[in-house]
């Protein structure tokens, strides 16, 4: 293989002409975590309604969870990229279309909601098995207390079953994370766009990618650092 | 603790000064309740229920009922539906046909408040069912706040008076976890009590015990019973029965087969059924 290393790259002006390689790959860094962020939120709140429904004592509020899980996680996330991106805007009315489609920041707002309510798919199947798996009494003593449902989920049931998903909501979130890169199929410049311009700019593709691969590693040992704390600070003394 | 005061403790209110917190060793003697009088009032009336999972009869016509400060034990072989009766009278358990009204509400109404109606009607579980992540006094509370709208002080000072003459005033900053069986089963006697009930509900509640810990569980509801709670207990605790029962139900695959005076019931039972089974719950 002739290849002409050069690590010195990453302090080499990049031609879009507003800092380095380095400034780009941070810059593709942030909003990478930007969108992991803002599509979590969405996929946790709702995620968790979704799983909560499918677990309600009411028919028509497992219907309607089991289809939405069963549409969000059977498309391909990158179909549904295309679906909200292109797709969407053409089959709202026009003038919604239109302003979708001049948004600034479109690919980000697109990329979040999309990542959003695909992640939320997978967090309701954790929410539903978290609750699923307490003890069927814990429901009924909630319910014995005098209870309603809402406070039945609010005070027995979520505290429990949250505690107990924190490890595979967990890696949903990292999967959430690394899910982002689907993103640059819209035109997101997050780290993996980012990666390849500096590849096609600079030729240097192995720098390029062993730069985002470390990012990467980077994040999610943050990530695993932060949610190991947490379950050490929300654990039950006394539970098995 | 505030710096008002305590109560100086007397008989009928032992609330236990701090650093003099009762020992898990004995129940603490005491009112847990306001005194009921057998006024001969009806507290819970099950008129004619049945209940079906789909084609299986859980419940056949069961009739029967349970007076103001009565203690009523329910009996019977696995499967024979006890459980299932027990909750159709707050309402956890649905049923197809008849009535039960406790203290009054009629359960299978439309116009019921199930919550509130529940929060009222005290409940024992086999497996205790104490809320795992919030500590003992949490869990004595937290109903006491969100269902009947105490304030916090209040709703604390009851629960912990309550702990306390469980016996186990020590344990109030634990976890459910961190408590033996019989004592988690103590907290959940109390955690009921805290709700002013005006029914007490035990569905076997001795019997995911260790042996040596039933003793300490039945105290607390002997002692209950003494003063005049109303109660209806599913167990298989023959001496219990015989110490504070009036009646004594047995039921035997969804039916209520003998519905006696605890005296009739042991003297001799009118049933082959309930003769059998007697036989041979006593042989041990
Ligand atoms: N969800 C359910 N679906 C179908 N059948 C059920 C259900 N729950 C209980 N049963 C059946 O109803 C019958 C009565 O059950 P129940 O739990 O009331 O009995 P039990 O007298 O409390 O027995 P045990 O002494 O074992 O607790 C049993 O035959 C049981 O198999
Ligand atoms: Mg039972």
Redesign the interface.
Request: aromatic residues 10%; glycine residues 10%; without cysteine.
């Given at each position: 293989m002739n290849y002409n290393w050069n690590w010195g790259i990453f302090f080499e002006p990049s031609p879009e002409g507003t800092g380095t390689y380095a400034d780009m790959l941070l810059s593709g860094l942030l909003w990478t975590i930007a969108t992991a962020l803002c599509s979590w939120v969405i996929a946790f709140c709702l995620g968790s309604v979704i799983g909560v429904l499918r677990t309600l004592p009411n028919k028509a509020a497992n219907a309607v969870g089991t289809a939405y899980v069963e549409l969000f996680r059977n498309i391909p996330l990158l179909v549904q990229m295309f679906l909200w991106y292109f797709v969407l805007p053409e089959v709202l009315p026009q003038a919604w279309g239109n302003w979708l489609k001049q948004l600034p920041n479109a690919p980000f707002y697109t990329g979040v909601v999309c990542l959003g309510f695909f992640t939320a798919s997978r967090v309701a199947e954790q929410v539903r098995a978290g609750i699923q798996s307490l003890?069927r009494?814990?429901r009924?003593?909630?319910?014995?207390?005098?209870?309603?449902v809402a406070?039945t989920y609010r005070?027995?049931l979520l505290?429990?079953a949250y505690?107990i998903i924190l490890p595979p909501l967990t890696s949903e979130f990292l999967n959430n994370l690394k899910n982002t890169s689907v993103a640059l199929t819209i035109g997101l410049l997050e780290l993996t766009a980012r990666a390849r311009s500096m590849q096609e700019f600079s030729f240097q593709v192995f720098e390029a990618f062993t730069a985002a691969t470390l990012l990467y590693v980077f994040i999610n040992l943050i990530v695993i650092t932060a949610a190991s704390f947490i379950e050490r600070s929300v654990a039950?003394?006394?539970?098995? | 603790m505030t710096s008002t005061p305590m109560p100086a403790p007397t008989p009928s209110n032992p609330v236990a000064p701090a650093g003099q917190a009762p020992t898990d060793d004995g129940l603490q003697t005491g009112n847990l309740t306001q005194p009921g009088t057998r006024t001969g009032e009806t507290m819970i009336a099950i008129d004619n229920v049945s209940k079906w999972y789909g084609d299986f009869q859980v419940l056949t016509n069961c009739t029967t009922s349970v007076a103001k400060g009565e203690v009523v034990v329910v009996c019977g072989p696995s499967g024979s539906g006890k459980s299932t009766l027990i909750?159709t009278v707050?309402a956890?358990e649905p049923f197809q046909k008849g009535q039960i009204t406790v203290a009054g509400t009629k359960v299978l109404d439309k116009s019921t408040n199930l919550?509130?109606?529940?929060?009222?009607?005290g409940?024992v579980?086999?497996?205790f069912?104490?809320?795992?992540?919030l500590t003992i006094t949490d869990n004595l509370t937290?109903?006491q706040r969100?269902?009947?709208k105490r304030g916090s002080e209040d709703a604390k000072k009851r629960g912990l008076d309550l702990l306390a003459r469980v016996g186990l005033s020590a344990h109030a900053h634990?976890?459910?976890?961190?408590?033996s069986g019989g004592q988690q089963q103590r907290v959940a006697i109390a955690?009921a009590l805290a709700?002013n009930p005006v029914v007490m509900l035990f569905d076997e509640p001795t019997s995911a015990l260790d042996p040596e810990m039933v003793g300490e569980v039945l105290d607390v509801m002997v002692e209950l019973a003494k003063e005049g709670m109303t109660m209806m207990v599913v167990t298989h605790e023959m001496g219990f029965a015989r110490k504070v029962a009036d009646r004594v139900i047995f039921m035997d695959r969804g039916e209520i087969v003998e519905d006696a005076h605890k005296d009739d019931f042991f003297g001799k039972p009118r049933s082959e059924r309930a003769q059998t089974f007697l036989s041979k719950i006593l042989q041990h």
């Open positions: 003890p009494g814990q009924m003593a909630g319910t014995a207390m005098g209870f309603t406070q005070y027995v505290p429990n505690r039950i003394p006394g539970q098995r | 909750k707050n956890l919550p509130k109606l529940r929060s009222r009607v409940m579980f086999q497996h069912e104490l809320f795992p992540h937290i109903a969100k269902v009947l634990k976890f459910p976890g961190q408590l955690r709700m």
